[in-house]
């Protein structure tokens, strides 16, 4: 599908909803409002639709408040533009409401995207969904403004773990640079990100470290995030994006995982819900794994959602250690 193709049918389509995956991080964030704000100043009557939660450190972006949590009433909708979800189900629970609408258009960058939609603009070569809105409003000759600016650094930044991930191309370069001159300021969007942080949090991280288990080769790390560590930190968690790093920056490590515990059954014998986040270096597939348990992603970064008890988990996925 050429991106020609799709931006023609945008010019007829007049009320879209955008929308990006549940739980969003900095790249569905940015990629939403970047494009949110240029359909709105090319005159489209655009609703912004995330199921949250939005974490606190992007509440700083222009142009936040237009986000809403719920999808309001599906039938005013001709078109919806589904972003950085590899399928539509990412997007949270509005899901079957929104497949309602007419045409339905996938902006993605996962290697595992599924094809959904009428029209599909998918690219596991952009570094992030955020660069594709980028070519997408710069092809309609959409001026960028400077809320567009901030919010597709923003995303391109988030993805690319600031320029160090093996996504981090010229073209993440490129455009990071034109966002800049076109008035997004890079010092103050790290500020937001990165240097602002809670007492809880930090307490958080200290019981997070001590959490972290390797396999008996040392090639596999897996840290463990708890209802319990939250409560006896008093955190309220709404982005954990990023810590896994800390497990994958152990010297050998080639496979890093984070099992984040989400909701607990009253009995421990029941086991709880956890999201499973994973992380490698080149030679590990880490969407292979995540796809064998019903997630997707990339091939460095990737997850799944499943219910299990917490050593049962640990002893399944330290399994993959010994293949590394
Ligand atoms: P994270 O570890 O931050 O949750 O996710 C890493 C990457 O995998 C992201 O690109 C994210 O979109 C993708 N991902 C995480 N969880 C799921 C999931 O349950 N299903 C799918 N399809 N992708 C996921
Ligand atoms: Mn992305």
């Given at each position: 599908?050429?991106?020609?193709?799709?931006?023609?049918?945008?010019?007829?389509?007049?009320?879209?909803?955008?929308?990006?995956?549940?739980?969003?991080?900095?790249?569905?964030?940015?990629?939403?409002?970047?494009?949110?704000?240029?359909?709105?100043?090319?005159?489209?009557?655009?609703?912004?639709?995330?199921?949250?939660?939005?974490?606190?450190?992007?509440?700083?972006?222009?142009?936040?408040?237009?986000?809403?949590?719920?999808?309001?009433?599906?039938?005013?909708?001709?078109?919806?533009?589904?972003?950085?979800?590899?399928?539509?189900?990412?997007?949270?629970?509005?899901?079957?409401?929104?497949?309602?609408?007419?045409?339905?258009?996938?902006?993605?960058?996962?290697?595992?995207?599924?094809?959904?939609?009428?029209?599909?603009?998918?690219?596991?070569?952009?570094?992030?969904?955020?660069?594709?809105?980028?070519?997408?409003?710069?092809?309609?000759?959409?001026?960028?403004?400077?809320?567009?600016?901030y919010?597709i650094y923003t995303?391109?930044?988030?993805?690319?773990?600031?320029?160090?991930?093996?996504?981090?191309?010229?073209?993440?370069?490129?455009?990071s640079?034109?966002m800049?001159?076109?008035?997004a300021?890079?010092?103050?969007?790290?500020?937001?990100?990165?240097?602002?942080?809670?007492?809880?949090?930090?307490?958080?991280?200290?019981?997070?470290?001590?959490?972290?288990?390797?396999?008996?080769?040392?090639?596999?790390?897996?840290?463990?995030?708890?209802?319990?560590?939250?409560?006896?930190?008093?955190?309220?968690?709404?982005?954990?994006?990023?810590?896994?790093?800390?497990?994958?920056?152990?010297?050998?490590?080639?496979?890093?995982?984070?099992?984040?515990?989400?909701?607990?059954?009253?009995?421990?014998?029941?086991?709880?819900?956890?999201?499973?986040?994973?992380?490698?270096?080149?030679?590990?597939?880490?969407?292979?794994?995540?796809?064998?348990?019903?997630?997707?992603?990339?091939?460095?970064?990737?997850?799944?959602?499943?219910?299990?008890?917490?050593?049962?988990?640990?002893?399944?996925?330290?399994?993959?250690?010994?293949?590394?």
């Amino acid at each position: 599908m050429s991106i020609q193709q799709i931006i023609e049918y945008l010019k007829k389509s007049k009320r879209l909803l955008l929308a990006s995956h549940m739980r969003p991080d900095g790249d569905a964030i940015g990629a939403l409002i970047s494009l949110g704000i240029a359909l709105g100043e090319y005159k489209k009557t655009v609703r912004l639709y995330n199921e949250g939660p939005i974490p606190a450190v992007y509440q700083f972006l222009p142009s936040l408040h237009l986000i809403k949590n719920t999808v309001g009433d599906i039938t005013e909708f001709d078109t919806a533009i589904i972003l950085d979800c590899s399928d539509l189900h990412r997007i949270g629970e509005a899901a079957t409401e929104v497949s309602k609408i007419p045409v339905i258009i996938n902006v993605d960058h996962h290697m595992t995207n599924n094809r959904f939609g009428n029209f599909q603009f998918v690219d596991p070569d952009a570094s992030s969904t955020a660069e594709m809105v980028y070519r997408l409003i710069t092809q309609m000759e959409i001026p960028i403004n400077t809320g567009i600016a901030y919010s597709i650094y923003t995303g391109i930044m988030a993805d690319t773990g600031s320029f160090r991930f093996a996504n981090t191309t010229p073209e993440a370069f490129e455009i990071s640079h034109k966002m800049v001159q076109a008035g997004a300021d890079p010092h103050k969007v790290a500020q937001h990100v990165y240097e602002t942080t809670s007492l809880n949090r930090i307490k958080l991280l200290h019981m997070l470290y001590e959490s972290i288990e390797l396999s008996p080769n040392g090639k596999m790390s897996i840290m463990t995030l708890t209802q319990n560590m939250l409560n006896a930190t008093g955190s309220k968690l709404d982005d954990v994006n990023g810590l896994i790093n800390y497990a994958k920056q152990i010297e050998n490590v080639k496979l890093a995982v984070l099992l984040y515990e989400r909701r607990r059954s009253l009995c421990i014998k029941h086991g709880s819900d956890f999201h499973v986040s994973l992380r490698s270096d080149d030679g590990v597939n880490v969407a292979a794994i995540a796809t064998s348990f019903g997630g997707g992603g990339h091939q460095n970064a990737a997850g799944f959602d499943i219910h299990s008890k917490l050593p049962e988990l640990k002893r399944t996925l330290f399994h993959f250690s010994k293949n590394l």
